[in-house]
């Protein structure tokens, strides 16, 4: 069974920083890319950045480009999202997906950037 549970996120200043993990498990992780999806409210669901499976390359969103970094482990089963400089416009739930036979996701954080 394939889970993927999300966490990190939280309420922070504008200018701030958060990390944002993804937990996987019930398939083999190191075989595929993952991805960090946002959704704010009365948004479409947007995509943040990609992550090749063994790490490189990595494909960012233009509004994130600098500003966020995706990372995975292997060994560990997770991959993270470190974002930096976080901007009131980055206040959304963020998602992590899988794309195996399906399209599997996780239940998603919060993060809100607000002074």
């Known amino acids: 069974q394939v889970q993927l549970v999300e966490s990190g996120g939280g309420l922070v200043q504008p200018g701030g920083s958060l990390r944002l993990s993804c937990a996987a498990s019930?398939?083999?992780?190191?075989?595929?890319?993952m991805r960090w999806y946002r959704q704010a409210p009365g948004k479409e669901r947007e995509l943040v950045a990609r992550?090749?499976?063994?790490?490189?390359?990595?494909n960012y969103a233009d509004s994130v480009k600098g500003r966020f970094t995706i990372s995975r482990d292997n060994p560990k089963n997770t991959i993270y999202l470190q974002m930096n400089n976080l901007k009131p416009e980055d206040t959304a739930v963020y998602l992590c997906?899988?794309?195996?036979?399906?399209?599997?996701w996780g239940q998603g954080t919060q993060v809100t950037v607000s002074s």
């Open positions: 992550i090749s499976s063994a790490g490189r390359p990595t």
């Open positions: 019930g398939f083999t992780f190191s075989s595929y890319a």
């Open positions: 997906m899988a794309r195996l036979n399906d399209d599997y």
